[in-house]
Each structure stands twice: as structure tokens, then as C-alpha cells.
């Protein structure tokens, strides 16, 4: 039974922050008060489409519509639809139903059908309180979930921007649920935190329950029937081709959407067994929003970290004289090779770990290399993730604790690997460092990664080099985990070019400390002017009264540049009263490499560029200066870049070996445990003999990888293909990180056709052309061989 009904928008009604909207556990009172401001109760006959919207399918897919990855990433088993048979509106309640039925579509077939229901486009919001009373089904592979995910992904692709889960629930533990939020970088760079809940013996998720979540600037905090549970403060966010970290407290600063589904299966609870009951229901009862009413929201501190040394506790591996936390730097102890899930990793010494689970086929030996003992990876099969082969030893780390892992590493051919120290699958696979990308060579060179230990201290973290999806050989030495001190940031060192070109750090006035002034210096001269970031608009604004004197400046140091080469200085501007601002760039002595140029404002932005020739020999700690003068009136900046746009050497042909003439060298394949193939070269053609194509479309490939190519820069790709049976093919365009620039299906058949891509680069990036020859169609196809001939990869 509601507590209440059929409320409209602007009535009025106000709770406490306590209070919830809860009949069932009421918690203590405080002096904060809610005003509803979007609900709905579920009091019509139908699902309000005013208010929400249906996502379908089983695939996550790209802005363009082009598939990504199965299972909504997730490994999920149900097909959403927007069918009244998964979702309907029942005696005042939402009832959200998995059914066990088959359905298809272009891209598979699928046991399960759900609902998965949103607001996108309809309604979101920044900050307040939002809560959910519902009914949740038990069994093993059920997995509910009320969340919210950004209106926009204004800091860039997930999780950069953030998700915030109000709630997830395990079919199979039905006496708990959690609340989390995911942030960081991009995956696989992102992190996430979080807590449960646990409920009282007697008590679960199918019984009635409010969840709710009340957000303020930097800080969220979780609550089940009015019981506080958990509180977050600290996260950050950090996108591509940036120096630092957005300003706190991104990415939780900006409209999130509203998300409720049921799932089946998945990493989360597993996929469903014999036990599982369905049709499976999930009930709501209601969802509610609310804003502060009586006060203003809280403003955001920014988390402050120390290099306090970190105590471990007893029963920690505590770190040696030299400060080492990694036991048998040398290898002198066994290496545990783990081919076997249910088998323990060696807690102290070394592991490596090759799971048939994910494909990896591969054996370790030690081996005398610049002086060290090597761990030496032999790989037979790559495997179809990263962590198909993995050397692994657990450590102890500290919560708020600053680490530095260093280690020496080679490989058969160039090659990546990605590293990390994250928890055991008792603390959910949780990342506590960044996935760091290495590129290989074949000779040893030392490599360093850093990071902050943010979660509780883990007396059993593991610290990871992923190995998978290549079958070059690695070799690991000298690696060594300790606790460091933070580098403090330097406005004045030398700036290298970002990833995306640019020479000019936080040019968007959007990173660094909450200031949004992070790399750049103000001098207001004698004008007494004022340097602001609007937190919503973030343009650096500079205002002042006139005053006789030394005009003010905006600077930033570092920037390199290189004799000869050829550069666009480029950025928006606007103002009002002043007329024009001077912009130049200068060394520390003086020398005008670009001589300060007069710029004409107006009270629109727009923008400017400059072209010049660094034609004085070459200064890596040159300054880019603006004069923003002394005249009453204001000045904003924006979007300030510096690139050189020097002609490089690049590579019109960077895949090699596309005719076979030389086999299969240069060239990569993989067969998942679930299907059956075998590739080889035949009459300068590589042949995929294809006998059982798996579950996924990765469950067959043939790639190439090691392919530099160049932002800005178009590339064809092009390539002959046939199949004795007709079929669907994958062709992908990607990094290391699953990031795609090129996605496509094509049709193949008896006849050899020739098809022709084109991708443009928004980036330099390594990347692999992939062929995907598992299951791309909704049912086996039976023995029946691929060829393929004739690949390039060129330059237009």
C-alpha cells in the first residue's frame, strides 16, 4: 500500500532527510527537508511515456547504431524489449518481468526477454534525492537494478562520466543489496566504489523496501528503508588526451537520467541454474525525486591526501628493508602455474595464471636476462582478453597509501601489455590503479606507473601483468611495488604534447584543482583584476576596473617547441567594453618566438588563429602569454590549443604481409574454448577452417596487430574474402582497449568479393585489424571454411 497516491508535480510535498518515504524503518530526524519535484506512482493504466523510455536489444552499440559488445557489456543473457509482456502497470504498481522464451535479431539469439525502462531525453537532474520502493525476485542470474547514468557524457566515454547505482541486487543473496559509483577514466581505465547493505535475518529484497540515494556536490550517500548505509566523498574523473583530472567534484556534477531493469545473467550474479524461478517479477511502487527545501546544498571539498607512511597491520606481507612490497624479486621460489579455477593462487610468491576458461594456452620459465632473472611468458594461445595470461602476486597495500610500481619487461615482438593492482574477487575484481598500457620492444626497458590507494586497505591485493591477446612471448623482471611520495605539481616543467597533439595543458579550464586554473598563472599587474572559472560555464573569465600600470597577464610555462617546425595557435575569445587582448609566445629570455599579436574581441566568442615558424632553435620551456590589458571591461578564454602541424613521416602501408606470401607471419589468430577452428596459410591465402563458430562473434579471429595509425589521417581498408557457407563477418578496427574506429559486418559467400572502409583517425593510436568469424547470426552454421586474401591497410 502507498503511502501516498496519484501526487502531482508542485504539490507541496516535503519529507525529511530522515524521514525517506518510508513506512517501514524510519530513521533518526534531522532538520534537512525534501520537496517532491518529479514522480511517478504507477497510477495509470499504462507505463507513462511522457516520462520514460524503452531500451532494446542485447547489444551495446556506438553512436552510430554499430554493435560494440554483446550482453550490454556484461555478459548479459535477456533480450530487452518494450513489449507489455515484460513491462506493464498493475494495481497502481510497475511490474518489470524476465520471461524464459527465445527471441532474435540480426546480430543472435537469445533465451530471456526483460524490460529495461529510462528517462534519457525525458527527465535528469544534478543533485537531490531519489529513491525507489519495490519488490525485488530471488534466484540465481537475477540481477534488478535502479541507477542513474549522465544526460550527456560531457567528460567522456564510460566511466569517465560517471554511473551512480541506487541500487543492484543478487538474485542468488537475497539478504543484501549494493549501492556504487563507477568513475575514473575510460574503460578499462575505470574505477568503482561501493557498499552493502544487509538486511535483518528473516528480511530481503522480497520483501518491500525504499532505496535511495541523496546526492550533493561531493558527497552521495545510500540508504535502505531511511537507514543510512554507506557515504562517498571521494572518486575523479580523467578523459582522454588531458594532463590531470577534471575538477572535483566531476564526474558527479551534471544531469544523470533515471534507470530501472531486470537483467538475467551476467558477471554480476551468474547466469541462471535449474533453481531459477521464472517468469521472474520485479515490482515498483513508486520512484521519486526530490531537491533540498530548507537549505542550500553542501559545497563540495575536495579530497586531501597525505604521504604519511602506511602502517600495515599483523598478518600483512610486510614491505622488505629496501621498502619492497613484491616478494622473490628474483625468482629464486617456484612460479605457481594456475591452469584450473577452483585452484588457489600461491598467497606469497609468484603466479602464473592461464584459464581455459578465457582461452590462454602458455607455459613460464626463468631466464637470465641484462643482468636479472626474468620471468619468461611463452604463449601458444592468446586468448580472447588481456587477462587470458596473467603473472600475478598478491601484496598488502594501505589505504590511503601512494604507490609506485616499477619493473623491468621485454617481449618476443612489440607487442602491449596492460598492468594493474586491483582487489581478489572478494573485493569484486575492484581496481585500485589505473590499467596501465605498456608497449613492448625486444629490448628491456624499465617502465613505472603510480597510484593512490582510495579503498580499504587489502592485505591480499593483487598486482597483475595481463598478458592475453597476442602470442609474442613477455618477459617480466625486477618489478618492484613501494610506497611513494606525491610528486607535487610543477606549472613551470615542460609540458610534452598530449595524446591528441596538443601542447597547451587544461586549455578548457575544466581540470585541476577546483579553481579550474591548474597550469596556468594570473598576474592582474596593477589592475587589481579577478581570475575566475565559472563552475557551469568554465570559461576563464578576467574582470577589472581601470587602473594605470602594468596591464594583466594570463601564462602558462613548459610549452615545447622545435626548431623549424610549424605551428597553429588556436583558441575562442570574447569580451565586453574591451576591444582586444595581445597574445604571444616567448622564452625565459626574452627571445618573441611568436611576437605578441593584436587580437580583436567582440561580445561573441570566437576564434582565433594563429600560424607560425619556430624558426630559433629548439625550447622546451617556452611561454605562451596573454596580455589582457588594463581597460575596464572583461575578458573569457576558451578552448586554447597549440599544435604543430609540422608534415610527419607516417606509414601508408602499416599492415604487412596481407597477400600470405610469408604465411601467417605478422599475423594473429584465436579459438575460443566453446567453438573449434583451425587457421592456416593455403595458396598465399589464409584459410579459417571453421567446425564449431562458438558463442560470440570473438570466439574465431584472425588479426594483425602493431598498426600505428595517425590522427587526421583517412585509411582504407581493404581485403578479399569468401566462405563456402554464406555468413556474416566481423571486421574491427580497434586498440587495446577495445576502443573502435571502424565496425563492420559484411556478407560473405562461394563467390571472392573484394570489400573497401574507410576510417579517419581522431587520434594517433596503436591499433589491430580484427576478422571475427565467430557467431555473428542466430543459429551454428555447421564445418564450412573462410578465406581471406589480398588485406591492406593504406593511407588515402
Not at 448 to 477: H, K, W
Request: glycine fraction near 10%; charge should be negative.
Amino acid at each position: 500500500m502507498k503511502k501516498w497516491v496519484a501526487l502531482a508535480l508542485g504539490t507541496g510535498l516535503v519529507l525529511s532527510a530522515a524521514q525517506g518515504a518510508s513506512a517501514e524503518k524510519p530513521e533518526k530526524k534531522d532538520n534537512t527537508k525534501w520537496k517532491l519535484v518529479w514522480a511517478d506512482e504507477f497510477s495509470k493504466k499504462e507505463i507513462d511515456q511522457a516520462k520514460w523510455n524503452f531500451d532494446t536489444g542485447n547489444w551495446l552499440k556506438d553512436n552510430d547504431g554499430n554493435p560494440v559488445a554483446p550482453g550490454w557489456g556484461n555478459n548479459e543473457k535477456q533480450f530487452y524489449t518494450d513489449k507489455n509482456e515484460n513491462a506493464f502497470v498493475k494495481d497502481g504498481k510497475l511490474v518489470i518481468r524476465a520471461k524464459r522464451e527465445q527471441t532474435m535479431d540480426e546480430l543472435g539469439t537469445y533465451d530471456f526477454t526483460s524490460a529495461k525502462l529510462t528517462t534519457k531525453g525525458k527527465f535528469s537532474k544534478t543533485y537531490g534525492r531519489y529513491e525507489m520502493r519495490a519488490k525485488l525476485p530471488t534466484g540465481k542470474g537475477l540481477w534488478p537494478a535502479f541507477w542513474m547514468l549522465p544526460e550527456q557524457d560531457r567528460y567522456g566515454a564510460w566511466a569517465s562520466s560517471g554511473e551512480i547505482d541506487i541500487m543492484e541486487s543478487w538474485g542468488s543473496q537475497p539478504d543484501k543489496v549494493a549501492g556504487t559509483i563507477h568513475y575514473g577514466e575510460n574503460w578499462p581505465n575505470n574505477k568503482y566504489t561501493g557498499k552493502d547493505y544487509h538486511f535483518e535475518e528473516g528480511d530481503g529484497i522480497n520483501q518491500w523496501h525504499t532505496y535511495a540515494v541523496e546526492w550533493e556536490p561531493g558527497e552521495l550517500r545510500w540508504y535502505v528503508d531511511g537507514e543510512l548505509y554507506q557515504t562517498q566523498n571521494d572518486w575523479y574523473s580523467k578523459g582522454l588526451n588531458q594532463a590531470t583530472k577534471y575538477s572535483y567534484p566531476a564526474p558527479f556534477d551534471q544531469n544523470f537520467y533515471l534507470v530501472m531493469n531486470l537483467a538475467v545473467g551476467g558477471w554480476f550474479d551468474g547466469d541462471v541454474d535449474a533453481t531459477t524461478p521464472f517468469p521472474a517479477e520485479m515490482e515498483v511502487d513508486y520512484v521519486r525525486v526530490f531537491d533540498l527545501k530548507n537549505r542550500d546544498y553542501r559545497e563540495a571539498v575536495e579530497p586531501v591526501y597525505t604521504d604519511e607512511e602506511i602502517v600495515l597491520p599483523d598478518g600483512a606481507k610486510q614491505p622488505s628493508e629496501d621498502g619492497n612490497l613484491v616478494y622473490d624479486q628474483d625468482y629464486t621460489e617456484p612460479i605457481t602455474t594456475v591452469t584450473n579455477g577452483s585452484q588457489a593462487l600461491n598467497p606469497t610468491y609468484w603466479n602464473y595464471v592461464a584459464l581455459p576458461d578465457f582461452g590462454g594456452v602458455g607455459t613460464v620459465d626463468v631466464i637470465e636476462q641484462a643482468g636479472s632473472r626474468f620471468a619468461d611468458v611463452s604463449i601458444t594461445q592468446a586468448g580472447s582478453q588481456p587477462y587470458s595470461h596473467q603473472l600475478i602476486q598478491n601484496v598488502s597495500l594501505g589505504k590511503g597509501g601512494h604507490y609506485k610500481v616499477t619493473f623491468d619487461a621485454s617481449a618476443d615482438s612489440a607487442r602491449s601489455i596492460a598492468v594493474k593492482i586491483g582487489g581478489g574477487p572478494d573485493r569484486g575484481y575492484a581496481k585500485y590503479s589505473d590499467e596501465g598500457s605498456f608497449d613492448l620492444t625486444t629490448d628491456v626497458q624499465t617502465y613505472s606507473m603510480t597510484f593512490d590507494m582510495t579503498e580499504d586497505t587489502d592485505l591480499a591485493a593483487r598486482l597483475e601483468f595481463n598478458m592475453g591477446l597476442s602470442t609474442s612471448g613477455v618477459q617480466i623482471g625486477n618489478v618492484r611495488v613501494e610506497q611513494a611520495e606525491r610528486a607535487a605539481l610543477d606549472p613551470n616543467a615542460t609540458k610534452p604534447a598530449l595524446g591528441d597533439g596538443n601542447l597547451v595543458y587544461n586549455g578548457t579550464f575544466d581540470q585541476g584543482a577546483m579553481d579550474r586554473l591548474t597550469y596556468w598563472q594570473f598576474d592582474p599587474g596593477a589592475t587589481k583584476g579577478t581570475a575566475t572559472v565559472d563552475e557551469k560555464l568554465r570559461h576563464f573569465k578576467f574582470v577589472t576596473n581601470p587602473k594605470k600600470g602594468e596591464p594583466a597577464t594570463l601564462v602558462q610555462n613548459g610549452i615545447q617547441l622545435t626548431e623549424g617546425h610549424d605551428y597553429v595557435l588556436r583558441f575562442k575569445a570574447r569580451a565586453e567594453r574591451i576591444k582586444a587582448l595581445q597574445v604571444g609566445l616567448n622564452g625565459a629570455d626574452g627571445n618573441a618566438y611568436l611576437p605578441l599579436q593584436d587580437v580583436a574581441l567582440t561580445r561573441e566568442f570566437e576564434t582565433i588563429e594563429i600560424p607560425f615558424t619556430m624558426g630559433q632553435a629548439t625550447d622546451l620551456l617556452s611561454q605562451l602569454q596573454f596580455v589582457l590589458g588594463s581597460a575596464k571591461g572583461s575578458i573569457e578564454l576558451d578552448d586554447v590549443k597549440l599544435f604543430d602541424v609540422t608534415p610527419i613521416a607516417i606509414d601508408p602501408s602499416p599492415l604487412k604481409n596481407g597477400s600470405f606470401t610469408d604465411g601467417l607471419t605478422h599475423w594473429g589468430s584465436y579459438v575460443h574454448f566453446d567453438a573449434q577452428a583451425a587457421v592456416e596459410a593455403v595458396n598465399e591465402a589464409a584459410q579459417i577452417s571453421i567446425g564449431q563458430e562458438g558463442q560470440e562473434p570473438w570466439s574465431v579471429l584472425l588479426e594483425q596487430g602493431g598498426l600505428e595509425l595517425h590522427q587526421g589521417q583517412t585509411y582504407v581498408v581493404r581485403f578479399d574474402a569468401s566462405s563456402t557457407v554464406a555468413r556474416n563477418m566481423e571486421v574491427t578496427v580497434e586498440n587495446a582497449a577495445y576502443t573502435r574506429y571502424l565496425s563492420q559486418i559484411v556478407q560473405v559467400g562461394p563467390e571472392t568479393k573484394t570489400y573497401e572502409f574507410e576510417l579517419t583517425m581522431g587520434q594517433t593510436d596503436m591499433t589491430g585489424l580484427k576478422f571475427l568469424l565467430g557467431r555473428t547470426d542466430g543459429s551454428p552454421l555447421g564445418a564450412h571454411d573462410v578465406t581471406i586474401d589480398n588485406v591492406s591497410v593504406t593511407t588515402k
